[in-house]
């Protein structure tokens, strides 16, 4: 029976990754049963409002919203929304060997997962989950990141998540540096960061939570580099896909300067009118809501229904709790180019009824295309055609990846990078050098999840490419 523990020094090779994955399915597992929302024990729906809330006034709630803009070709709409008002921990404890990142993963399953299992940061915990709310298992390994020395944080930012789900939500993504290669319990697996980019190749199997963490890798690069904790690495060398993203990252001339694409970000904000205001489900027009599930009239958008759950290899053994489900799979695409030999992103600024702050950028493309038989004409998205015709010549990247497993039921986005030699300017948007994205990383709320994610995907190829470097 194959360990899923690394041996110190040594990368776990990815064939043993395989074996150690399909032994885990064999006791790491979640089982699901959709129920009316009305039969999930311990939830209820207000007399009044007619929200669901979990009867111990803790994880979260679906409520009901009306959103109301002045940008874009649809003004104003309303819609249930997940209400999660507390941040969790989205945590990857990394350790430093022979020049080698290795990064300690969770083989983790969750009730909305496709495939099962998927890989997890080392800690992916909500607030409620890591105090103890579910009277569950303690999370493994949350010393390293709640009572972490300041000097072995290497990153940690708060992000969004789900704009158009989320009610503000946001969760802290940290990377920290352990002293070590610490002990892999059952369930984690080390891994190489150039294997776990390479991983996100394969469908639905790096989780959306690791993915948002990963976009923060280059700074956890620059700390490494500078010396955490006083200990400057005695390896002369790094990993090949570090000095490629350090080379894509450094140098060269973006399109529009910092200051500039700050500016575009504070004026778009400062001139938006954005306000999401309570509605109770009674009041949201085209949605059918009852004790089964709520859902849209046309059964386009998203659908709010119940689950039971059994799972093994968890802190809980059994639950219920509502999810968010769609009947179809969406797109987030980048455009990419280079500009004077530099790589650039085209981005576009997106409002959405959960943010926290107007609007965050977000793919040239995000898009259910579905949903667009039942919108205006007008609001289809610029580019869609764009991404969805390109000659596979042009597709540097194309793997369909998961959304976040724990409150959307079996949802995914196919996630696109094209390259384009058209480097024009288009209304709307902005073309953002990849070290201006990085830059922004180190902030809260200035790239949405969707983006995070795709930025981990350009890593990717950057570890693909360092890899046939070597051969």
Known sequence: MPSTALRVGEPLELEDFELALSHARSHIYTRTEQVALADLDGWYRDSYTGYWHHRSGRFFSIEGVRFRTDRGPISEWCQPIVNQPETGILGLLISRRAGVTYCLMQLKAEPGNRGGIQLSPTVQAT???YTGVHGGSAVPYLEHFRDAPAARVLADVRQSEQGAWFLRKRNRNMIVLADDLVPAQEGFVWLSTGQLLRLLSRPDLVNMDTRTVLSL???????????????????????????ALADACAGGASRHSDRELRHWITDVRARTAAVTTAAPMRALTGWRHGDGSIRHETRAFFEVIGVRVEAAGREVGQWCQPMLATRED????????????????????????????????????????GNYEFLPSAARPPFLDDVLNAPSGAIR????????????YRISNRHLIVETGNAGEYPGFRWASV???????????YLNIQTRSLVACLYSLLATSAEGSRT
């Open 127 to 129: 607030r409620s989950n």
């Open 330 to 369: 969406g797109i987030v695409a980048f455009l990419v180019t280079r500009i004077g030999g530099v790589p650039h992103v085209l981005l576009q600024l997106r409002t959405e009824p959960g943010l926290t702050d107007v609007a965050e950028l977000a793919p040239t493309v995000q898009c259910t295309p």
């Open 217 to 243: 890798l280059p700074m956890a690069a620059a700390a490494l580099r500078e010396g955490a904790d006083g200990l400057r690495a005695a390896e002369s060398t790094m990993e090949n896909w570090e000095e």
């Open 397 to 408: 990247f194309d793997t369909t990846l998961s959304d976040e497993g724990g409150r959307f």
């Open 435 to 445: 070290r201006q994205l990085i830059g922004l990383l180190r902030h809260s709320n």
